[in-house]
Nanobody, 129 residues
Framework: QVQLVESGGGLVQAGGSLILSCAASGRTFSNYAMGWFRHAPGKEREFVAAISRFGPSTYYAESVNGRFTISRDNAKNTVYLQMNSLKPEDTAVYYC??????????????????????WGQGTQVTVSS
């Protein structure tokens, strides 16, 4: 198992930016494909972004494409989510998740929560209008 700890959430005005970080420990970080999900009040948890083990492949939900950027630094065991042009509808608890199987299964279902078997505790992002 890998342990994940998110940070960087907070309160920001619409149009602003935040950078979320997810620090991993316990296993070799580069063995894991990573994803970010979010859970807004009254809604189901949804996919935000994902990145392959060494970062060449990234994927985004349509709602954040062009505004958010996922990246990773395997030397620092950390995955990031740069969020720009934030909107009130981006308000949610953001979770990072790790998939230790990775490979073809992950590349086919990177958007599916069931693909990931390790989750952080989440960090709150609130965007005011």
């Amino acid at each position: 198992q890998v342990q994940l700890v998110e940070s960087g959430g907070g309160l920001v005005q619409a149009g602003g930016s935040l950078i979320l970080s997810c620090a991993a420990s316990g296993r070799t970080f580069s063995n894991y494909a990573m994803g970010w999900f979010r859970h807004a009040p009254g809604k189901e948890r949804e996919f935000v972004a994902a990145i392959s083990r060494f970062g060449p492949s990234t994927y985004y939900a349509e709602s954040v494409n062009g505004r958010f950027t996922i990246s990773r630094d395997n030397a620092k065991n950390t995955v990031y989510l740069q969020m720009n042009s934030l909107k009130p509808e981006d308000t949610a608890v953001y979770y990072c998740a790790a998939d230790g199987v990775a490979g073809t299964r992950w590349s086919n279902k990177y958007w599916d929560q069931g693909t990931y078997n390790n989750w952080g505790q989440g960090t709150q992002v609130t965007v005011s209008s």
